[in-house]
C-alpha cells in the first residue's frame, strides 16, 4: 500500500513542481548569465566593463537566492547563506566594491550554477511533463473517455483508428480499466525518479549556491573557539568561587582565629591553646580544599604518570566499582591527555549521580590518529546529549578540538558513552 500512495504524496508533489519550474528558472538564469557576461566581458577594454561584469555577478548572486528559497520550499533543503563578498581592508567604493564582487567564489559560482542549471532543467522539465501527462491523463481516463465518442467520430482512444483497419482503441469497459491501471503504474514509477532527479538539485544547489567548504569550516572554527572560550570563562568563575567560599574563607577565619589566640597568649595560656589547635584544623581543612581544587584544574598524578593511573584515579572515587583498561603505546600531547581525563572523570560523575548502576567501566585505547575513550554502566539508560544536559556541554568541548561524543542509552540501560579525540604526538619537554 505504500508504494500505491507514493504518487499522492506532498513531497512526490513538491519535488514533481521543482522539477517542472526547473525549465524557466534555468532559463532566466541561463540568459542572464551568457548575455551579460558576454556583453560585460566584450567591453572590458573599456572602463564599464569591470563594473558591468560586477553587477552582473550581482544579479547572479540574488538570482541564486531566490534558488535557494525555492530550495527550502519545495525540496525542504535548508542551504545556508554564502559569505557576502567584502572589499579588502581599508577599500571603500565603487571600485573596491567591483574587485571584491569579482574576487568572490560565491559570484563565480552561482554563474556556474547558470550556466549548468540549463541543461538539467531541460532534462527534468520534458520527465516530469511526459511522465506526469500519460500518468493522470491514463489514470483519469474513466472519467472522460465519454467525451471523445461524444464529441468526435472516434470510439476512444485508439491507434489508427482513421477507417483503414487494423487500429485498435480503448472504447470498452475493459480497456479503460486497464488504461487507468497503466496510469497508475506510470506514476508508481515515476515517483522514484522524480526523488532520484530531486537529490541532483539538491546536490547542486548545496554545491554551487551555499557557502564554500573553506567558509564553512572557518564558521565551524569560530564557533568552536567561542565554546572553549565560553568554556575556559566558566572555568575562570567556578575556580574564583570555590576560593571565594571554600579556602579564602577558612583562611581569613583561620587569621582571626590566630589573632585572637595571640590577644589571650599572655591572659590565658589555656584558651590560646585551644585556638591554636582549631586553627590547626583550619589549616588542614585549607590545605584540602587546595589540593581538591588543583586536582580539578590539572591533577599532579596525570601530569606525572599519564591518562591510565590518572583514570584509575577517579575510578576509585566513584560511588560504584569501575574497571579501568588503557591501552595505550606512548601518551598523546598534553592538551588531548587533559580533555580525555576530565571527560571521563565527568562521565563518572554522571554515573555516580544519575544512573543507579551497579558497576561501571573506562576503555581507553588508540585507533589510526584517534584516541578512544569508552565510559559504560549498566544503570537504568534515558541519557541524552541533545536535552541541554551536561553531556550536551561536554559534546561541545569536544567539538571544539574536532573531537566526538557518542551516546547509545536506551531506557533500561546499559548506557555506552563513546569519546573520539584527535590523536597529537606529545612535545618532548
Known amino acids: 500500500m505504500t508504494v500505491l500512495r507514493l504518487p499522492f504524496t506532498a513531497r512526490t508533489w513538491r519535488e514533481g513542481l521543482y522539477g ?7 532559463l532566466i538564469g541561463f540568459v542572464v548569465a551568457v548575455v551579460g557576461l558576454s ?52 577599500r571603500r567604493g565603487p571600485l573596491a566594491w567591483t574587485g571584491a564582487m569579482l574576487r568572490s567564489n560565491v559570484s563565480w559560482r552561482s554563474a556556474a550554477y547558470a550556466l549548468l542549471h540549463l541543461p538539467w532543467g531541460v532534462f527534468t522539465f520534458a520527465v516530469v511533463i511526459a511522465l506526469w501527462a500519460a500518468g493522470w491523463s491514463l489514470l483519469t481516463y474513466p472519467l472522460w473517455f465519454w467525451t471523445i465518442p461524444t464529441y468526435t467520430d472516434e470510439p476512444g482512444v485508439g491507434v489508427n483508428t482513421d477507417g483503414q483497419g487494423g487500429g485498435w482503441s480503448w472504447d470498452g469497459p475493459l480497456e479503460v480499466v486497464m488504461a487507468a491501471v497503466l496510469g497508475l503504474l506510470v506514476l508508481i514509477a515515476a515517483a522514484p525518479l ?33 565554546v572553549v572560550v565560553d568554556a575556559s570563562a566558566a572555568d575562570l568563575r ?14 581569613v577565619a583561620l587569621a582571626m582565629g590566630l589573632g585572637m589566640a595571640k590577644e589571650k597568649l599572655t591572659e590565658d595560656p589555656a584558651a590560646a591553646a585551644r585556638m591554636v589547635d582549631e586553627a590547626h584544623g583550619e589549616v588542614k581543612l585549607a590545605l584540602r580544599e587546595l589540593r581538591d581544587l ?3 584544574i590539572h591533577p599532579a598524578i596525570l601530569t606525572d604518570r599519564g591518562l591510565g593511573p590518572a583514570l584509575s584515579a577517579v575510578a576509585s572515587r566513584c560511588t560504584v566499582p569501575v574497571t579501568v583498561e588503557v591501552e595505550l603505546g606512548s601518551r598523546p600531547a598534553e592538551a588531548i591527555e587533559g580533555i580525555a581525563y576530565f571527560t571521563a572523570s565527568e562521565l563518572l560523575q554522571n554515573v555516580s549521580k544519575h544512573s543507579g548502576a551497579r558497576r561501571a567501566g573506562i576503555d581507553l585505547w588508540r585507533a589510526g590518529d584517534r584516541l ?58
Request: glycine fraction near 10%; aromatic fraction near 2%.
Open 194 to 226: 522524480i526523488r532520484g532527479m530531486a537529490a541532483v538539485d539538491r546536490l547542486l544547489v548545496s554545491s554551487l549556491l551555499g557557502p564554500s567548504a573553506a567558509a564553512t569550516r572557518m564558521w565551524q572554527l569560530e564557533s568552536d573557539r567561542s
Open 372 to 429: 578512544m575513550l569508552q565510559v559504560t554502566d549498566d544503570g537504568r539508560g534515558g541519557a541524552d546529549a541533545t536535552a541541554g544536559s551536561g553531556l550536551a556541554g561536554l559534546a561541545e568541548r569536544l567539538a571544539a578540538v574536532d573531537g566526538l561524543l557518542a551516546v547509545h542509552s536506551p531506557p533500561g540501560g546499559p548506557t555506552t558513552v563513546t569519546a573520539e579525540l584527535p590523536w597529537r604526538e606529545r612535545t618532548a619537554p
Open 294 to 296: 588543583a586536582r580539578g
Open 20 to 26: 517542472l519550474l526547473n525549465l524557466p528558472m534555468a
Open 39 to 90: 556583453v560585460s566581458g566584450g567591453l572590458l577594454v573599456t572602463f564599464v566593463g569591470l563594473p558591468l561584469m560586477a553587477a552582473v555577478l550581482l544579479v547572479l548572486r540574488l538570482f541564486g537566492r531566490l534558488e535557494r528559497l525555492r530550495a527550502r520550499l519545495l525540496l525542504r533543503l535548508d542551504v545556508a547563506e554564502p559569505e557576502p563578498s567584502r572589499p579588502r581592508e581599508g
Open 238 to 251: 567556578r575556580i574564583e568561587r570555590d576560593l571565594h567560599d571554600g579556602a579564602q574563607a577558612r583562611l
